[in-house]
């Protein structure tokens, strides 16, 4: 009776969500509109009146997740290994086949009907009663994880408001509705002993480590959760999940062909050593880049028990996660991460390699951590920093109203390392003191560039006493790389409403699918013995390709830094450091208008307006663009690229942000100090063994 009464009430608030999904922002006129993420939010997404609850419900959300599902994890992950909550997840997911079913059959989804009928009687019979997934392993039946959200979006049924609740994974009325529904349809509800509950904490405890990392890496993680969600909805009904998953299961049974590379000449003006990629397949300058999302730690995800076990051995969970004292009067402390060495008897004195992530990166940021690790199993002792780009530097570290004027950020990130490593050596009578046998410092983008300058900084006043400085793929002119960031933005410009729903959200559902995917480090060439450096094994199991036009992934390159401007300028706005009048409006319970300005800022003009209106030369006056260009580039420490033999920079010949007179400003100045490679563009080959190989060569490993 109650479920009755429930579901009447459900069907009541559903009628209302579909004459209320209204947008409270007017849209740009036709040909105008960049498709921003608060264009594409706006207009494919729910209206947020309700902003204020909202964000207080995803409050108590982070609450839970780290007061009450951490603790429960812990005592829960560390009883049962993660083949036991593997076998609960694939029991749960069985049980749900009434709601899947009906879900297909009210949306004439014949085929995803059959699919899922043949699903539950395989996996319930062989499968002995859902612990195992048969169907899914060895008849390639892949689910089409349907829900009522989804049947009355099919029919028509607008989303509504957005609407967060606890421990709910539905973010608007229409969806939260459909939820009831699933859970009337769900086997679990009517099981005795408390099966849903037990069901929704396996789910809880899997989801820990991804919800934390949203919540730590973003400025405001409700906005980028609404619109993940909102992402991963579109892509739900169009069944990209399964499609993507047929296609891997067709690679898996059938590897792409070694295919032979294309022809590589050298360069005019580039005298320096070249190493050619061999069987990289290269999509252009932008696809290439996206793979950076594929560049994940190995041995994370492959304990024998849960993330939040005691017991768990992935290399994430060995990290020391850290403080150091802030900076800025009365911040909090900066966090980031510390790896010993493996090797037990260099425990406490290994030589130390400090990575210094890209533009906005964490410190939990996966291909950082990714790098970390491929230095660790090396015998290095290992830090990650987040970049003095990212929000949470920019709150505890750096003294200034803005970020992005490389001098001043190099000299705050060397007084940080400073306090780091005072810090690990701690007092002369502690027997853990950690004092490394060497320093080594490892910079990729922006970090590179900022690795750079610290080099330049340090032949003044050697304080770090840094044995080896190693760059990888640093931007030569910043203003530059910002102008190809703003082009790559404005790809989509003009593109009417209709035609561009599909397009974008192909392409973030295959940037997603990329970072799923454990994509296996091609095999360096020193495991191999008598392999030279032009020559190593080929990995063709494994199709490294995105499937992303040029168009799709200079949209999402562009983003990155857009997302990494929001949270700058969100943090500036809030705490009133910007020391102009800005027009930009902040509310806690509204950042609706406030994220569609900031959006329309051009990337370029953070630096050529924003950031140069907040700077001032020693004498008072005000720098010029092309000051301001000549002090944040690589050409401002030309001094130290041709002469400081600790420096190396390992970089590619077709980096969309470094032009062709800088490719030879950069080989000029480094000589044998500076290896090409042949493809990757703006660090997308860092899976690859061989320039691991280069790396550790580098390092004089």
Not at 44 to 56: H, K, L, V, Y
Not at 268 to 275: A, E, Q, S
Not at 278 to 293: F, H, K, L, Q, S
Not at 330 to 355: C, M, Q, T
Request: net charge neutral; with cysteine.
């Amino acid at each position: 009776m109650k479920k009755t009464i429930l579901l009447v009430l459900a069907a009541a608030l559903l009628l209302l969500s579909g004459c209320r999904a209204v947008k409270p922002v007017p849209l740009d006129p036709p040909g105008e509109r960049t498709w921003t993420p608060a264009d594409y939010t706006t207009t494919f997404g729910d209206a947020d009146p309700w902003e204020g609850f909202n964000r207080s419900m995803f409050a108590v959300n982070e609450f839970g997740m780290l007061y009450v599902v951490r603790p429960i994890g812990w005592i829960y992950g560390s009883i049962l290994p993660r083949p036991v909550i593997k076998g609960i997840n694939n029991v749960s997911e069985n049980l749900t086949f009434p709601a899947k079913l009906f879900a297909c059959l009210l949306q004439a989804k014949w085929h995803g009907a059959g699919v899922e009928t043949l699903r539950f009687l395989t996996n319930s019979t062989i499968g002995i009663a859902g612990i195992f997934d048969p169907a899914d392993h060895y008849f390639d039946l892949f689910p089409y994880d349907e829900d009522f959200g989804q049947v009355f979006e099919t029919w028509g049924i607008g989303s509504g408001y957005t609407l967060i609740l606890p421990l709910c994974s539905a973010t608007n009325v229409r969806d939260t509705v459909g939820a009831i529904f699933d859970a009337a349809l769900d086997i679990k509800m009517y099981l005795p002993y408390g099966a849903s509950t037990f069901a929704n904490v396996n789910r809880l405890v899997n989801g820990y480590r991804p919800f934390v990392r949203l919540t730590k890496a973003n400025a405001d993680p409700y906005e980028v959760y609404k619109e993940y969600s909102l992402l991963n909805r579109q892509l739900r009904q169009r069944d990209w999940p399964r499609m993507m998953r047929i296609a891997g299961a067709k690679m898996k049974k059938n590897p792409p062909a070694i295919e032979s590379d294309p022809a590589v000449t050298r360069p005019p003006g580039i005298d320096g050593r070249i190493i050619v990629l061999r069987n990289y397949r290269p999509e252009g300058a932008y696809p290439d880049t996206v793979r950076i999302t594929m560049f994940g730690p190995q041995s994370d995800d492959t304990s024998f028990w849960t993330q939040l076990s005691l017991w768990n051995t992935d290399f994430t969970e060995k990290a020391h996660e850290m403080e150091v004292a802030a900076l800025r009067p009365d911040a909090k402390p900066l966090d980031y991460y510390f790896w010993h060495s493996p090797d037990p008897a260099k425990r406490n004195s290994a030589p130390l390699a400090i990575i210094l992530p890209g533009v906005g990166a964490h410190h939990t940021s996966v291909s950082a951590v990714a790098l970390a690790e491929v230095l660790n199993y090396q015998g290095y002792a290992v830090i990650v920093l987040p970049s003095v780009f990212s929000f949470s530097y920019y709150l505890s570290m750096l003294d200034a109203p803005l970020p992005g004027y490389t001098p001043r950020d190099a000299e705050s990130l060397r007084q940080t390392i400073k306090r780091i490593l005072a810090d690990l050596a701690g007092n002369a009578s502690e027997k853990k003191r950690f004092t490394p046998e060497s320093v080594n410092l490892v910079g990729l983008s922006l970090g590179a560039l900022d690795a750079l300058h610290i080099a330049a900084a340090e032949e003044r006043k050697n304080t770090l006493k840094v044995d080896r400085y190693v760059a990888i793929n640093p931007p030569v002119d910043l203003v530059y790389a910002l102008e190809q960031f703003d082009k790559a933005s404005r790809v989509m410009k003009g593109t009417p409403r209709d035609e561009i729903e599909i397009p974008l959200s192909e392409a973030f559902g295959k940037a997603m699918g990329a970072s799923a995917r454990r994509a296996p480090f091609r095999e360096p060439p020193a495991v191999r013995p008598g392999l030279g450096l032009d020559e190593y094994p080929v990995n063709n199991e494994f199709d490294y390709r995105t499937g992303l036009s040029e168009k799709q992934a200079a949209y999402l390159a562009s983003m990155t830094f857009r997302y990494t401007i929001r949270d700058v300028m969100m943090v500036a706005c809030r705490d009133n450091r910007l020391p102009f009048a800005s027009a930009l409006s902040y509310g806690w319970s509204n950042r609706t208008n406030f994220y569609r300005d900031v959006d329309r800022i051009p990337i370029r003009s953070y630096m050529t307006d924003y950031l140069l209106s907040s700077l001032r030369k020693p004498d008072g006056n005000a720098f010029t663009v092309e000051e301001l260009r000549a002090a944040t580039g690589l050409r401002a420490v030309e001094a130290t690229l041709r002469n400081n033999e600790k420096v190396r920079v390992l970089h590619t010949l077709d980096d969309f942000l470094v032009s062709d007179t800088d490719r030879r400003f950069l080989d000029s100045a480094l000589g044998k100090r500076i290896t090409w490679f042949t493809h990757g563009s703006h660090l997308g080959n860092l899976y690859y063994g061989h320039l691991h190989q280069v790396l550790l060569n580098e390092l004089g490993k």
